[in-house]
C-alpha cells in the first residue's frame, strides 16, 4: 500500500477539525493575560501529563531521532538520556521554582541583573521557536510526502494548512487550549505510534525481515557515530530542559507544586519508553526500506513511510493523525511561548500602563506572527533532527549559564551576563557555519560555546562585582506549594 484511502483521510480531517473545537471551547474561558498564559492555575494532574508529555515529544525525538537510528543504530538509543535527566532534575526545582512567581526566562533575567540581557536571550528564544515550530511541521510536510502526494496535497501545501490550524487553536485558546489538545494528542500518539505500529510490524514480517534488521542494528548504514556528537546532545538536552521556557509556564500553570513535581517524573518516564519506540522502528526501517534516502530524500521519513506501506486502511489514518499529534503538540508550546513572552516581558515591561485586553492583542499577534515565519522557515529547510539541534544550542548558549547564575552565584553581574550570552551565542552560530565546511570530529559547537560562556560568566563578573550595588541571587525556597 503506497498510498490513503478516503476512510484514512477522514480521520485525519476529524482529528484537525477537533483541535480547531478545543480552540474554540477553551477561548470562551480566557478572561485576561493569566487565563490566557497560566490557564488560571489549574492544570491537576492528567492534563498536565498530558501537555508534558505531548510538548516532550516532537519531531526530532520521534521522526528525526528514527531517521538516526536508521543511519547509526542501536546506539541512538542513548541520545534521550541527556533529555531524561534535564526532566529529572527539573521536577525536582519545579515546585520550588512556582513559589517565586516567575515564568518567563527574560522575567528571571530582568529580576536578577536588571535591562539588557532579558532583551538579548528573547531575541535568541525569538529565534529558537520560529526554528521549533517550523521543525514540526517540516515533519508534517513529510508525512503527506511520504504518502505519495494523495489527492493532490503537496508537501507545501500540507505544512501551510497544518500551521494555519496550529496557530488557530493556539490564538484562540492560549495555554488551556494548548494542555487540552496536548491531551488529547498524547492519548492518540501513544497508543497509535507507541503501540499499534511496533507490534502490527513486529507481527505483520518474517523472521528472515526481522533478523536483516537486528544484524544492521549494530552499526546502522551510516556507519559508527562520533562520542564527541553523542555527549553533544546530551548536554544540549538537559541544558535546555532546565531553561525550558515551556516548562516554567507549566510549573506556574499547576494547581500546586507537587502536580508539577510528579508530573515531570511521570513525563520522564514516558519518554524514555518512547525513545526505545521509535529507535525500534528505526532499526526495522533498515531491513523493510533498503531504499529510504533515495525514495523519499530523508531518513527522517522512515515511520510516515511504514505506517502507509505496513498499515490497513483505518490504522493508517488513526497512526497519521497520531503522528501529526506529535508535531502539533510540539508546535502549539513554541507558538505560545513566543506570544506569552513576547507580551509580558517586553510590552508589559516597557509598558505597565498596557491594558489586560491589549496584552492579548499583542500575544495573539505575536502568535501569528512567529506562525508564519515557522511556515516559510519550513518551507526553505530540511532535516528535522540536526536543525532543531541547532536551535537548542543556540538558545542554550544565549540562557543558560547566566540563568543558573541567576539563580546560584550571589557575585553574577549584568556586565558579566550580557557578555557571556552574546559572545557563546556568536561562538556557537560561528562554529557551526564553520563546520558546513570543515569537519572536525572533535568540535562540537555546543560544548565549546558553554565553556566561553562559563568562562565569561566568571571573569566579567569578577572584574565587576561591587558588593555595595550587587544584585541578591533569586533564591528556590523549600517547599511544594
Partial sequence: MDSISWVDIGIILVYLAGMVAVGIWTSRKIKNMEDYSLASKSLGYVVMIGTLVGAAIGAASTMGKAGKAYEFGIIFITAGFGYIAGLIVFGLLSGKLRQLGIWTIPEALYKR??????????????ITV????????IGIGLIFTAVGQSFGLTYSTSIILAGAIMILYTVLGGLLAVAYTDLIQTVIMLVSIGVILPIFILASNSGAALAGAW????TGTGGSISPVYLVSIWIIDFCFCLVDPGLWQRANAAGSGKIIKNSMFVTAGVYMYWSVVVVLLGILGIALLPQITSTYGSTDAVIPVMIVKFLPPGLVGLCLAGLMAVMMSTASVALLISGTTIANDLIK???PQTSEKKLLLWAKAVIVLVGALGIVFALVMRGIFDILLLAFAVYVSAVFIPAMAAFFWKKATRQGAVVSSIVSTAVCVGLYVVKQFIEVAWMEPIVISLAVSLLLMWAVSKATYKPESATPKLILAGGNQ
Avoid: D, H, S
Avoid at 541583573?113 to 525569538?126: H, R, S, W
Avoid at 520560529?130 to 511541521?137: D, E, N, P, R, S
Avoid at 544484524?215 to 549494530?218: H, K, L, N
Fill in 113 to 126: 541583573y536588571g535591562k539588557g540581557i532579558n532583551l538579548a536571550c528573547g531575541a535568541a528564544m525569538f
Fill in 130 to 137: 520560529i526554528a521549533l515550530f517550523g521543525g514540526q511541521i
Fill in 215 to 218: 544484524q544492521a542494528a549494530a
Fill in 349 to 351: 515591561a516597557t509598558r
